[in-house]
């Protein structure tokens, strides 16, 4: 049946110790963190029932990575013995990393820290060189430090909520990363890579705070689907320069309504006329539409005929959420010579003071012949002297225009044939002596 409350579920074992469903609304949330690493994909079957049975569909779910794991050294620990004559330029060994985040965050940098006066390494392949004429007498070993760990951003997730209309400068998050590598850490400079429609947020390139920095209404096209955001940390040099170690992790942001929208009808006045004749049940031929843009419960309202003789038509649906497409029926017999015109009002009412929707309505009937004549009286008596002149008044009859016009098309009778009529007048008057 229509207007059956609808339940919300999921099933499977494993679906269910990830994902949860609420069973009025249908939104879905996580149980437990996820892992990509672990299992990078899920299909979960969701089912919606009523009283007249349940319908399940599956659904895929990728999990998205993020950089959210340390490069892992392999062979360890790296000691090598060269010759203390090796030319400058010379490789001497590889040192070799895996990283098993996927893109950028799976990408390894390689750096010796603190840097050495005779050895380089390449950034990129982990190749060690000979850089500076190398003496033993002088000395005997070298012990470097590679580092080899891009910044990593911490309190992953970074998905979260904001409400509409929320003032601009509110924090919406705080974005952190650090950097892995041993020694005096560098700090981190923080820049939006993408997603900031209209530049709607602001990212402190220091502190890594999120702001708003605009009027966010979630009724705006550009807004109401929420945002992904792609953030970037970058270690810095003292002088705050970027250097090339980075890192970079995606996040969704939902923008919540709240019930700042009235309903409104797609017309501020509705007009029509129709035959009186219009049975009950019979559908106006007006479009009227109404909406409320706002969402769930927000957008719940009634609509209603207010005026007089308004009861003479009804409206369907009367409770809506969100949208919804008017009918207008005749409930009551209509009669042009009781009524001819109506004027009314059409309220779309939500339960917050304030928010109504207004429309007038116009309705003119057309007039019908669907009335006979009716005399002011059943019976005239008259009396007559006999001799009364020819054209003497002697009875005058009360009836409407439309009953003269029909009283015009009957022929009279025999038994007044020493009558006229005036159908103009409604007079009778003597025709023969």
Excluded at 262 to 269: I, K, L, T, V
């Amino acid at each position: 049946m229509d207007n059956d409350p609808l339940v919300f579920g999921v099933s499977g074992e494993e679906a269910s110790r990830f994902f949860a469903v609420e069973s009025d609304t249908g939104v879905v949330w996580l149980r437990q963190p996820l892992d990509r690493e672990t299992k990078s994909e899920f299909t979960v079957e969701f089912s919606v029932s009523d009283h007249q049975g349940v319908i399940t569909r599956k659904v895929n779910i990728q999990v998205g990575d993020v950089n959210d794991n340390a490069p892992t050294f392999h062979n360890q620990p790296y000691s090598v013995r060269i010759p203390e004559n090796t030319p400058v330029g010379t490789p001497i060994f590889i040192v070799n990393a895996t990283d098993p985040d996927l893109g950028a965050g799976g990408s390894v940098l390689y750096s010796f820290q603190p840097p050495s006066e005779f050895f380089a390494i390449d950034s990129a392949r982990g190749i060690v060189t000979v850089i500076r004429e190398l003496d033993y007498e002088v000395t005997q070993a070298y012990q470097l430090v590679v580092n080899d760990m891009d910044p990593i951003f911490v309190n992953l997730p970074y998905s979260t909520n904001i409400y509409e209309h929320s003032p601009p400068g509110t924090t919406v998050r705080m974005i952190t990363a650090v950097d892995q590598d041993k020694g005096r850490p560098r700090g981190i400079g923080y820049t939006i890579v993408s997603g900031n429609t209209n530049s709607i947020f602001a990212l402190d390139y220091i502190s890594g705070a999120l702001t708003l920095n605009g009027v966010l209404d979630r009724e705006n096209p550009l807004y109401s689907h929420g945002f992904i955001l792609t953030v970037k940390g970058t270690e810095l040099y003292d002088d705050r320069t970027p250097s090339d170690a980075s890192c970079i992790t995606t996040f969704n942001i939902l923008v919540i309504d709240i019930n700042d929208n009235a309903p409104e009808f797609n017309s501020s006045e509705y007009s029509v006329a129709i035959t009186e004749l219009a049975q009950v049940g019979f559908a106006l031929p007006l479009f009227i539409q109404v909406v409320d843009k706002d969402e769930g419960l927000n957008s719940m309202f009634e609509v209603y005929l207010v005026g007089n003789n308004s009861h003479h038509f009804i409206v369907s649906p009367t409770s809506i959420q969100g949208k919804a497409d008017i009918r207008m029926r005749v409930a009551q017999p209509l009669d042009y010579e009781t009524v001819s015109r109506y004027d009314f009002d059409m309220f779309a009412n939500e339960s917050v003071p304030d928010h109504v929707g207004y429309a007038k309505v116009k309705i003119t009937l057309i007039n019908e012949n669907d009335n006979r004549p009716i005399f002011s009286q059943p019976l005239y008596n008259v009396s007559l002297y006999e001799n009364v002149t020819v054209g003497t008044t002697v009875l005058t009859v009360l009836v409407s225009l439309e009953r003269l016009k029909a009283i015009q098309t009957v022929s009279p009778s025999p038994t007044i044939a020493h009558m006229s009529l005036a159908p103009s007048l409604g007079s009778v008057s003597s025709s023969v002596n």
